[in-house]
């Protein structure tokens, strides 16, 4: 099994910035796609930003040029770096973890979430 823990969620102001880290232990040679998903109150949880395992990278198309993800594979973490955050943006962020790409189709792994709060 694999485990991923996140951390870095919070309550910002509009324009602020937060920075999402989610490390994965346990059987990762399983993984080597990661990237996040958030979820709103009352809506599905979608896609935000992913890098694959050959490491291209997928963006919503409300976080383009606001969110950046990265990784960095020694220590088995990825980042969200969220810019310019709006109310817009409030939601649980989750990590998520599977082989190839985790754009495409949701990966197998889930992190426990964690609230990120945008006030206007």
């Known amino acids: 099994q694999v485990q991923l823990v996140e951390s870095g969620g919070g309550f910002v102001q509009a324009g602020g910035s937060l920075r999402l880290s989610c490390t994965a232990s346990?059987?990762?040679?399983?993984?080597?796609?990661m990237g996040w998903y958030r979820q709103a109150p009352g809506k599905q949880r979608d896609l935000v930003a992913a890098?694959?395992?050959?490491?291209?990278?997928d963006y919503a198309d409300s976080v383009k040029g606001r969110f950046t993800i990265s990784r960095d594979n020694a220590k088995k973490t990825v980042y969200l770096q969220m810019n310019s955050l709006n109310p817009e943006d409030t939601a649980v962020y989750y990590c998520?973890?599977?082989?190839?790409?985790?754009?495409?189709?949701?990966?197998?792994?889930w992190g426990q979430g964690t609230q990120v709060t945008v006030s206007s």
């Open positions: 998520n973890a599977g082989w190839g790409t985790v754009a495409a189709r949701k990966g197998r792994y």
């Open positions: 346990g059987t990762i040679w399983n993984i080597n796609a």
């Open positions: 890098i694959s395992g050959g490491g291209s990278t």
